[in-house]
């Protein structure tokens, strides 16, 4: 099933606001990026904020499990 953008987009808010961990913001931009690439917008922005707290290891950690959940839908 096609979910819009809006879910990923609250799954990533969810993950950043709670971020008593960097596992978190990685997991946040992971659902920034699937986000933005079911047509949210707004989720490029707050992808973006994300990533200059997270080391570029951390961002393909979070590219890599983008890639694998969409693959998995």
Do not use: P, T
């Not at 099933?1 to 709670?18: E, Q, R, Y």
């Not at 971020?19 to 922005?45: C, Q, R, T």
């Not at 992808?47 to 393909?60: C, F, G, M, P, Y």
Request: with cysteine; glycine share 4%; aromatic share 8%.
């Amino acid at each position: 099933a096609d979910v819009s953008g809006d879910m990923f987009f609250k799954l990533g808010l969810s993950c950043s606001i709670h971020s008593d961990s960097e596992k978190n913001l990685v997991s946040a931009h992971k659902w920034f990026n699937i986000a933005a690439l079911k047509g949210k917008k707004e989720a490029i922005e707050y992808r973006k904020e994300v990533a200059r707290e997270l080391s570029s290891e951390q961002i393909i950690e979070a590219q890599i499990a983008a890639r694998e959940w969409l693959k998995s839908e």
